[in-house]
């Protein structure tokens, strides 16, 4: 039996040992990343023009990511995708980057691989996205989303509004291989405020220039593109400069987003400088606008308008060809984590074999840490 003095030095050790085992535990904690998972799977009736899914049944944009503070200067994130691509497996390296947290002046680094802030929709992650696929122009342009190895550099500024300006700098690889260290670089800036309680706006001009399109090698890697892709987003038109203006206006009731919202979006796209076969005057552009209507809190409609005039290149030539696509859908979300929808695409086109009509069903769902989704 211990005495009254054993009893409070044994009392002593089990709180000494105790407060041991909460700060290993915490400690722990700081060192796990958080980690998240998203499902994407979807059943297509029909093969369409310039699409990243086959017919069928197939698996969409699947991530895996891991995200974690690194200490009071440093965060990162590492985000693994799994498709699905004519009959073939593949993992890619979306993001793999070092983040700053609180730089002076507003100022903040990003430095590794990752998605591009160039457009409206680039910079986000595609299970973000209102409709089952991105735009025509962006699906061709941009590969759906263009991410590469290089380092980004923003700036927000002092002003009573947002205001953010930002430079990035790129291999380049991951539009067209080339001999240059630093073989792409865009600048952009976004804007954006409140019109009202209800109402909110954002506008974006972005410019990526590429400094590998006029190489010798594009074209032999557009014929590689055409025998099959290093991977199922590669960039099929490529120019050495790209132009890309957007614009969002969003309203929700008394900026309550939860009881419902519409959101309007579109942009453009102009691209010149093709290569060293191209006229002064030939270009790609395209454009669509979007409007998305959360009429409960957990339906939603849509409808989304694109066009996209192209020039593909055939060895000392171009054929032009013209893709029009509309789409409407209607999603279903039982939570911020799970989305079920339905989606008819009509596709209009000259110049390409596979345009059609299809009926898209897809699910998205995450599960693990999740952070919020863009503006």
């Known amino acids: 039996m211990m005495t009254r003095k054993q009893d409070r030095r044994y009392a002593r050790l089990s ?3 105790l407060s041991f085992t909460l700060a290993g ?5 700081e060192m796990n990343p958080d980690v998240s998972v998203t499902l994407d799977g979807y059943y297509k009736q029909n093969e369409t023009a310039l699409s990243h899914r086959d017919e069928g049944f197939g698996l969409g944009h699947t991530e895996l990511s891991l995200s974690s503070p690194i200490d009071d ?4 994130r590492l985000t693994a995708v799994f498709e699905d691509h004519d009959g073939e497996n593949e993992v890619l390296i979306e993001e793999a980057y070092l983040q700053t947290n609180g730089l002076p002046a507003g100022l903040s680094v990003r430095a ?3 998605l591009s802030q160039v457009g409206y929709l680039n910079s986000r992650h595609m299970h973000e996205d209102d409709f089952v696929e991105r735009p025509a122009v962006y699906r061709a342009m941009l590969g759906s989303h263009y991410y590469d190895d290089g380092v980004r550099l923003n700036a927000l500024l002092p002003v009573p509004f947002f205001w953010q300006v930002g430079v990035e700098a790129f291999s380049g690889d991951q539009l067209t291989e080339g001999e240059d260290d630093v073989g792409a670089y865009t600048v952009n800036t976004r804007l954006g405020g409140d019109l009202s309680e209800s109402q909110n706006w954002q506008f974006g001009l972005s410019y990526l220039g590429n400094r590998h399109a006029g190489d010798a090698h594009a074209e032999e890697e557009h014929e590689h593109e055409e025998e099959g892709h290093d991977h199922s987003h590669a960039t099929t038109y490529t120019g050495e400069n790209l132009y890309i203006a957007d614009a969002v206006w969003k309203w929700a009731p008394n900026g309550n987003n939860r009881a419902g919202q519409v959101t309007l979006s579109g942009e453009y796209f102009y691209q010149d400088d093709l290569g060293p076969h191209a006229n002064s005057g030939d270009s790609n552009d395209g454009w669509y606008v979007s409007a998305v209507y959360q009429f409960a809190p ?3 409609a849509g409808a989304r308008y694109g066009e996209a005039d192209l020039l593909e290149a055939h060895g000392d030539h171009f054929h032009s060809q013209t893709l029009e696509e509309s789409e409407v859908m209607l999603a279903w979300s039982r939570s911020h984590f799970s989305t079920v929808r339905l989606q008819y695409t009509h ?3 000259d110049g390409f074999e596979h345009a059609d009509n299809t009926v898209t069903v897809q699910y998205v769902m995450s599960f693990g840490a999740h952070g919020s989704h863009g503006y």
Do not use: I, K, P, V
């Open 347 to 349: 596709q209009s086109a």
């Open 298 to 300: 957990q339906w939603s």
């Open 15 to 17: 709180l000494l040992g």
């Open 25 to 29: 535990a915490a400690g722990a904690a």
């Open 112 to 114: 590794g691989r990752l």
């Open 73 to 76: 200067m440093f965060s990162g």
